[in-house]
């Protein structure tokens, strides 16, 4: 035992030397990777200070419809302009050892790691004012790790550089305030008419707050939270001696007027396009959005003002007034994908989620042509005829299942392919659905470039699917451009703020993706929902606007309780527009379920060419007359008589024996 001590403490010795010296190497790693960094800062010398020019947008004819807001400021001040008082509060808000530390404050960002890391997230900030100014001049306000680092060498390189002062003036002159106003003076000017200088301590507290969360304390949205962050503000300065109790009781007695103008309405034409545009400028670019908002570049467009304004005006005048209803719209040229026009909501201000692209909705019936192009290419024709009658089905798990028509209308006898779309007939699909199997039709959703989750299922055929209005538009493109493939796009041309061409679009030669012929029967089918004749047990879907058009469309509409859907084409444009409520509430108004089909309608005539067009048949197509009760040839007999097409060999020989001269 006696043996074994010296060997025990020489153990210890040894191994609080190796943790020593592991402590000391991290040290010695810590300290070099400071010293290289401030190096590399140093070589690299000042940081500009100038936050370049806004990137602009222009239509597809080079009009300007818009330019991307940046923190440039045309009210910028001089620190001694500014008042002192604007000034202190500031300080107080955001950064209150600003003047002692040398970019970062270290007790806070340790408070806030602490916190962030009890909720597995960056939910607590603890950014000083230089840290601000580095992520308004060069950074996006993503919260990611990523973007922390970033902004923290660029707060080194700020204050290596620029004294405090400067700094805090261009803070001052840079910071967001909300509806897209950017600097103290703009702000003051914007939400109390008055120049900073004149604010009082209760304006001053209440305009200070709202940086740190624009959107939550917006004295014109949220009057209740400003005026809460304007209190605790009034308490910190209290509490810390900038202020005496007269002081904060006035200024929390003092009514605030806010002045409301909806002066932070977006002058710019179509600003949900504009967002698309900004997502394929980053893919293309592979940068960041505030880079490219200050980068001066100038992108021209896809847009059609013409169709974006078209399109405004319809939604404007068909959307019910008053109401929560919102909608969602794409115009897209089949042939290339280029979108001349785009809607994504009611108002982008209130909320710049797109509905166009970001939502996912229950397709209802717009998915029938994926189902009738698959029973096409699997030997149906226009006038293969099915039962129409209430019909049970049983699956293969054991369970039943029951579709029914809309208000439960049925033919009770056997229908053709051609009317039971034209009427949207349930029963009609999920009998197709179920021959041809529901794994077919998702096989065939695909080919369409539908990427949204679908599952195998009887009721399949009937839209069950969510999908967006620009999936939706794009399938439906492949239709009418003969069934070629295209992807949907927003931009021709980029150049430099020096006018350099960095990104032109070239067209490239369109791989051919459907079937040619079922492609041109089904859209010659689609045309159907517009025309009476094929009106029998059920009225033809697209009845009530097929007065209103002047020109050959074919489409589909759809409906589900919550959803309304209106997609069609002529061959040179292809529009898909949605209806319905954000938090998916009923659809009971006829108002809301007409407003799809109005909004489609208004716009297709009036984006109408002058000289009108027809679907261009491929080879090994034949046309007849049709009598579309009974499938067969039309006789002189018939009430009704269609022109269907089909490919040469599977037209009808016979003629109708429904209608024939009574002996």
């Known amino acids: 035992m006696i043996d074994k001590i010296p060997l ?107 916190t962030n890391v009890r909720s597995l997230a960056l939910e607590e900030g603890a950014s000083t004012i230089t840290q601000q100014y580095a992520r308004n001049l060069f950074l996006s306000h993503e919260k990611t790790w990523d973007r922390k680092l970033k902004e923290a060498f660029h707060t080194i390189r700020l204050e290596l550089f620029y004294d405090k002062d400067t700094l805090l003036e261009g803070y001052l002159n840079t910071i967001y305030y909300g509806h897209g106003v950017y600097g103290v003076e703009a702000a003051s000017q914007f ?17 200070v707050g709202i940086p740190n969360r624009p959107s939550y304390y917006s004295p014109i949205r949220h009057i209740d939270h400003a005026k809460q962050r304007q209190e605790q503000l009034l308490d910190s300065l209290l509490d810390d001696g900038k202020i005496d109790s007269s002081e904060h009781l006035l200024a929390s007695l003092e009514h605030v007027t806010v002045y409301d103008e909806q002066q932070d309405q977006d002058k710019n034409l179509a600003p949900y396009f504009q967002d698309i545009v900004m997502n394929e400028l980053q893919s293309l670019l592979k940068k960041e959005k505030e880079m490219i908002r200050t980068a001066g570049y100038r992108v021209y467009t896809t847009l059609d003002q013409t169709k974006q304004l078209a399109l405004q005006r319809a939604a404007s005048e068909s959307m019910p007034k008053d109401s929560d209803l919102q909608v969602g719209a794409i115009a897209m040229d089949p042939s290339n994908g280029a979108i001349h026009g785009l809607i994504g909501g009611t108002n982008y201000i209130e909320s710049p989620f797109n509905r166009a692209t970001q939502a996912k909705r229950m397709a209802g019936s717009t998915f029938k042509p994926f189902l009738y192009y698959t029973a096409l290419m699997n030997g149906y024709t226009a006038t293969t005829t099915l039962m129409s009658q209430p019909t049970t089905f049983m699956l293969e798990d054991g369970t039943s299942y029951q579709p029914s028509n809309y208000n439960g209308y049925y033919a009770d006898k056997e229908v053709t392919l051609a009317q039971a779309l034209a009427v949207s007939d349930n029963v009609y699909a999920v009998k197709t659905n179920l021959f041809l199997t529901p794994e077919r039709l998702i096989e065939t959703a695909k080919t369409f470039g539908i990427s949204s989750n679908l599952k195998p299922v009887a009721s399949l055929a009937l839209g069950p699917a969510s999908v967006s209005v620009k999936e939706m538009v794009t399938a439906y493109s492949m239709l009418a451009n003969g069934g070629k493939f295209v992807e949907p796009y927003t931009i021709e041309k980029i150049e430099t703020a020096n006018g350099e061409v960095i990104y032109q679009r070239v067209d490239s030669k369109k791989k051919q993706v459907l079937d040619p012929q079922a492609t041109f029967i089904l859209t010659q089918l689609m045309t159907g929902m517009f025309d009476p004749t094929l009106n029998g047990y059920m009225h033809v879907t697209g009845e009530t606007i097929a007065s209103d058009l002047t020109n050959t469309y074919a489409g589909k509409s759809g409906t589900t309780k919550s959803d309304s859907w209106m997609i069609g084409y002529s061959p040179h444009l ?21 407003a799809a089909k109005n909004i489609w309608a208004d716009f297709m005539e009036a984006s109408a060419e002058e000289k009108k067009s027809n679907f261009i048949a491929p080879e090994g197509i034949v046309a007849a007359y049709v009598d579309p009760v009974s499938g067969e040839l039309s006789s002189a007999y018939c009430e009704t008589s269609r022109l269907m097409y089909f490919v040469e060999g599977t037209e009808p020989v016979t003629y109708c024996s429904l209608h024939r001269p009574k002996n």
């Not at 936050?51 to 597809?60: D, H, K, L, V, W």
């Not at 330019?67 to 009210?75: C, G, I, P």
């Not at 939400?191 to 305009?207: I, V």
């Open 8 to 114: 025990i403490k020489n153990l210890k010795h040894k191994s609080f030397a190796w943790a020593l010296f592991i402590f000391l190497s991290f040290v010695s790693m810590i300290c070099l990777f400071v010293i290289g960094l401030f190096t590399y800062a140093l070589l690299l010398g000042p940081p500009s200070l100038s936050t370049a020019q806004p990137t602009t947008y222009f239509s597809s004819d080079g009009e300007e419809i818009g330019q991307e807001k940046t923190v440039e400021t045309r009210d910028w001040l001089e620190l001694e302009q500014i008042d002192r008082q604007v000034i202190d509060t500031t300080i107080q808000a955001e950064d209150k050892r600003f003047y002692e530390h040398h970019g970062f404050d270290f007790k806070r960002m340790l408070a806030a790691a602490i």
């Open 574 to 594: 292809v529009t898909g527009v949605w209806n319905g409520y954000d938090d998916n509430r009923t659809m009971s108004k006829t108002v809301d379920q007409q």
């Open 191 to 207: 939400y109390f008419q008055k120049q900073n200088t004149e604010l009082t301590l209760a304006e001053t507290a209440l305009l």
